[in-house]
């Protein structure tokens, strides 16, 4: 029982944050209190759904004084502007991934949190999954030796999703690699541990009506000769879920005989216009958000090799691949699929006592989504500078 929740604003009410919105009612560690959206029908719903305050502007909700801390569920090229005005408000702050799309804009945040003296965490990311989080205490508590090399692949239809015109250019922040790599970079760097040291990786842009990455693979190196593998593909033909017990990234069973929906719904899409209004359609008011999901979420399959045994990550659990024998520990019940994040945020207002997925974090999880960028670009290794 917890019985301060931390009295939790969003600022914007899109797509993230209708993913985010079933664990915000069910968790306990907060209580959404209020929210900024510039769009009059979405505050309406809002204030009809959960009562609060709805604020146009997120000048208002940083003055809001029944608001301890904000989720920023704004687009990414926004999270700087948000982040300094919420902070300058002594808002503590949930900054949803990727931290933003320039290293200059993540360093800003970075001394704007640190000089305000407020908590951020970077997140929600795929990171802060239950069977990663578990998956990372069983290789301390079973003292497995530190990870030596981690393959992790997700194949999704990500890129056919429908998308603001800025989504599909990697300028502007848009493709797999800012709004995907950077969840499988969190996992792998929560898993491995220690520190990146450099990126080698090719992307792959096939198809000119939508002409950002679809896809990547990369090798990151790690300190001692560590190394993982992240491959992703997002242009909607193979689905790894089906190597997940069918369950989707969201925690939910997954109707495989709805193959090919994404494609068609955007066959129908005739303008950029077009396909805006249709992701808008998605976005909280306009559609009742998803039942709580009844598994915990994940991004593909994930399999992490130490000295003494092979871990591999399911939507479950964690199956150990010891020395002389396997066995299968399953995640324990949770109050909400995005559960550790949130907890994280509390533990880190409340007691002081942060996740590792600070704003020090998202900057160096950012610098590797560029890294993997320009390793494509160059065909050279990238060496990293700032993970510390
Ligand atoms: N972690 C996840 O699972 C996940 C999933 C989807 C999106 N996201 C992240 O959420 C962020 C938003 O992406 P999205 O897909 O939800 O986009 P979206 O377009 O669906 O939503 C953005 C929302 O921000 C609002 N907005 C715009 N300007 C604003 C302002 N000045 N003040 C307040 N609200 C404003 C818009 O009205 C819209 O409702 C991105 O950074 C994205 O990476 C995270």
């Known amino acids: 029982m917890i019985s301060d929740p931390i009295k939790l604003a969003a600022a914007g009410l899109g797509r993230g944050f209708m993913l985010t919105l079933p664990s915000l009612l069910a968790d306990p560690h907060v209580r959404l209190t209020a929210c900024a959206a510039p769009r009059a029908a979405s505050r309406q719903a809002f204030l009809d759904a959960f009562g609060g305050r709805a604020h146009e502007s997120v000048e208002a909700l940083a003055a809001d004084p029944e608001v301890e801390a904000v989720?920023?569920?704004?687009?990414?090229?926004?999270?700087?502007?948000?982040?300094?005005?919420?902070?300058?408000?002594?808002?503590?702050?949930?900054?949803?991934?990727?931290?933003?799309?320039?290293?200059?804009?993540?360093?800003?945040?970075?001394?704007?949190?640190?000089?305000?003296?407020?908590?951020?965490v970077a997140g929600p990311s795929h990171s802060f999954d239950q069977p990663v989080v578990r998956a990372r205490a069983l290789i301390d508590e079973r003292d497995l030796g530190r990870p030596a090399m981690l393959h992790a692949f997700n194949y999704t239809d990500f890129l056919y999703r429908p998308r603001r015109p800025e989504e599909l250019s990697t300028e502007q922040g848009g493709g797999v690699v800012f709004s995907q790599a950077v969840h499988q970079i969190d996992m792998v760097r929560l898993l491995m541990g220690g520190e990146a040291l450099s990126v080698y990786a090719a992307t792959g842009a096939w198809d000119p009506a939508r002409p950002t990455e679809g896809a990547y693979s990369a090798i990151v190196h790690f300190d001692g000769?560590?190394?993982?593998?992240?491959v992703y593909s997002g242009y909607a033909h193979y689905d790894s879920d089906v190597l997940q017990g069918e369950i989707g990234e969201l925690g939910a069973p997954k109707d495989m005989a709805k193959y090919g929906a994404a494609r068609r719904a955007l066959a129908a899409v005739a303008s950029p216009e077009e396909e805006a209004a249709l992701k808008s359609g998605r976005t909280f008011g306009a559609v009742d958000p998803a039942p709580k999901a009844p598994y915990p979420e994940h991004f593909g399959p994930v399999v992490v090799s130490c000295p003494r045994a092979d871990l591999r990550l399911t939507p479950t659990g964690v199956e150990i691949w010891g020395d002389e024998r396997r066995e299968f520990v399953e995640t324990p019940a949770a109050p909400s699929p995005r559960t550790e994040v949130l907890r994280g945020l509390y533990d880190a207002i409340r007691r002081g006592a942060p996740p590792p997925q600070t704003a020090r974090w998202g900057r160096a999880s950012l610098e590797i989504c560029h890294a993997i960028l320009d390793s494509a670009r160059t065909g050279e290794p990238v060496p990293l500078k700032r993970q510390s």
């Open 71 to 120: 989720y920023i569920a704004t687009p990414h090229q926004m999270h700087r502007e948000h982040a300094e005005i919420l902070a300058a408000g002594g808002k503590h702050l949930l900054v949803d991934k990727p931290l933003a799309i320039t290293m200059a804009d993540a360093s800003a945040i970075v001394d704007t949190v640190e000089a305000a003296g407020v908590q951020l």
């Open 225 to 230: 000769g560590r190394f993982a593998t992240l």
